[in-house]
């Protein structure tokens, strides 16, 4: 009996396959006809499809004992893991992956899949170089462990262990990789660092190129040298170089301990209590671990630690207490990794004059041609109150300025001092006026109608020495209405503690930075007439002089005199900052 058939061409392989063909009026053979066509037309070409562009896995060991073979089996090792890798999103096998698949995949395939880092299982110079570098990148405010640091080390002790290591054209087909990827984790953080940019970043590049990346490599390759390539790349800033000049200083007697960290205020008492306990055990102040909170205990070793620190011995907990026990070698190198990494969001020079703010320092400096004109105390926004951080000109400043009060000021402090005390406005200097600056009689105001969505008069303090603004006022645009000004309560200069303010900065030395803005043009503006002008009392607008920029940030970190200072972290941001960033990473 003849049998008739179907002749189908496979889609994925373009064979004829000969099927079986069924008599159309046989329902029953019809079905199994119909699986059989579904099967070879429609799995089979999919399942081959995956076959084919499976990437083969690659060996665990591949021993090489002929030299001759070695850069073939080598380069065969490196394409297997990259093909591999980018199938499984880096994935070199079940346990280890690299960051950078991509940019490796571009290196090594224009590099013929030969390795750079070392020369028939042995490193080469610069191979060795780079893994020191990782090694010891601590000391530019980096953590060895964002670079392999672990997988690295592994392997040298694996080659120096096992005799067949140095054969293994995988194994060293992985270190290579490893290095690699290392050196392009490296770039970036030296070149941008680790936090995001925001809104006062000066720098444009928010995304390095891939050609960055493989410029600074083929450099490093070409020159033999890792560190000068490298160093290159970081921010050529004094303030920078100071703190990298002493951390090797911190670094040499830091301890590396993983203490509890404390969150205060808490808001759960016993999860709180429990930590102190465990944090203070780990300061040997406490004989040993309890289940239970023993707060006569917990007592007794606060007070040990308050003795071991000078203070007044209460047995209590509070911010200072916590603060300090916080303030731990761990805590003190995350704090350096934040500061270097601000030097990385300004731009890579800063212009040849300009002032520097630097709100946890209490400090301005004002720069002119690589040196230090001059600096002064200031005065700083209060942590409920901050000074914005930002980055514009100085224009013009104003002599024997007359202060409008802010409108924030006013809702929070002004009516309700009034509301108490109908001689507030006369002790304070302050007069109302309305829009058109029309002297409004504050007797005539019923004060105890107006909220915080209802004023319409301002306030504004009557010019002269017991002005909140003192005698002179710096103007430079921002949107955030404030400017360095002096001040009528200029002891306060005198204070460790300067985050006083509303906001605005208040200059102790504000006649040397008046003078310094003029200084090149005292033809038009006469000392003698400002002299004068003060004399008076009377109010002047001042400009005309070249505007020079002004930056203001926030550093809490600095080397002086040969060890690392370092400042309150007033507005809690490295505390921020460390919790997004570093809160996980390993010393």
Not at 251 to 264: G, M
Not at 556 to 567: A, I, M, P, R, S
């Amino acid at each position: 009996m003849e049998i008739a058939t179907d002749i189908i061409q496979m889609p994925s392989t373009g064979k004829i396959v000969f099927m079986e063909k069924p008599s159309v009026c046989s329902g029953k053979a019809f079905l199994p006809f119909f699986l059989r066509a579904f099967f070879l037309l429609i799995v089979c070409p999919l399942f081959h499809a995956c076959h084919e562009k499976l990437p083969v896995k690659p060996p665990a060991r591949d021993i090489v004992q002929k030299k001759e073979a070695w850069e073939e089996r080598t380069a065969k090792n490196l394409k297997q893991f990259l093909e591999y890798a980018l199938e499984n999103n880096g994935k070199l096998n079940d346990s280890m992956s690299v960051n950078h698949i991509r940019l490796l995949n571009t290196f090594y395939k224009e590099n013929n899949y030969n390795l750079v880092w070392s020369l028939r299982g042995s490193y080469k110079y610069i191979g060795t170089k780079l893994f020191e570098f990782v090694r010891d990148s601590r000391t530019y405010g980096l953590f060895p462990e964002d670079y392999g640091w672990a997988k690295l080390k592994n392997i040298q002790q694996v080659v120096q262990l096992d005799t067949n290591a140095k054969n293994d054209a995988t194994l060293w087909a992985r270190n290579d990789l490893f290095l690699t990827d290392a050196f392009m984790a490296l770039t970036k953080d030296l070149k941008q660092g680790r936090l995001q940019y925001d809104s006062v970043t000066l720098r444009k590049d928010t995304v390095l190129p891939d050609s960055l990346y493989l410029g600074v490599m083929s450099e490093a390759i070409t020159k033999n040298e890792i560190q000068q390539t490298l160093h290159e790349l970081e921010p050529k800033h004094a303030g920078y170089d100071s703190i990298k000049s002493y951390l090797p200083f911190f670094l040499d007697s830091a301890k590396f301990v993983n203490y509890t960290f404390l969150v205060y205020p808490y808001t759960d008492s016993i999860r709180f209590f429990k930590k102190l306990q465990r944090r203070l055990y780990e300061d040997s102040l406490m004989p040993m671990l309890y289940n239970k909170i023993d707060t006569s205990i917990l007592s007794k070793a606060i007070i040990k630690y308050q003795r071991r620190k000078g203070w007044k011995t209460t047995g209590h907990v509070n911010e200072a207490l916590v603060k300090s026990l916080n303030n731990t070698d761990n805590q003190k190198f995350k704090r350096i990794a934040i500061n270097l990494d601000r030097y990385k969001l300004l731009p890579d020079t800063l212009p040849a004059t300009y002032l520097w703010v630097n709100l946890p320092e209490y400090n301005l400096k004002v720069w002119d041609s690589g040196m230090i004109a001059f600096e002064s105390r200031v005065i700083v926004g209060s942590p409920k109150t901050r000074t914005p951080l930002l980055s514009s000109e100085v224009t013009n400043f104003v002599i024997y300025p007359q202060w409008t009060v802010p409108y924030s000021i006013i809702y929070k402090e002004m009516i309700p001092g009034i509301k108490k005390d109908s001689n507030y406005l006369a002790r304070q200097n302050l007069m109302i006026v309305d829009y058109n600056d029309s002297l409004i009689d504050p007797k005539s105001i019923d004060w105890q109608k107006f909220t915080k969505k209802e004023f319409p008069y301002l306030i504004k303090q009557r010019q002269g020495d017991d002005n909140s603004l003192g005698v002179i006022k710096f103007n430079f645009r921002n949107k955030y209405s404030v400017y360095l000004h002096d001040t009528n309560a200029r002891w306060l200069f005198g204070k460790s503690q300067r985050a006083l303010s509303h906001g605005c900065v208040r200059v102790k030395e504000w006649h040397k930075m008046m003078d310094f803005l003029i200084r090149n043009n005292q033809d038009k503006i006469q000392p003698d007439s400002l002299k004068a002008w003060f004399g008076r009392q009377e109010k002047h607008v001042v400009s005309g002089f070249p505007r020079v920029p002004i930056y203001i940030r926030y550093f809490t970190c600095q080397g002086v005199n040969g060890q690392l200072k370092f400042f309150e972290d007033i507005y809690a941001e490295d505390e921020l900052l460390t919790e997004k960033y570093f809160s996980n990473k390993i010393l």
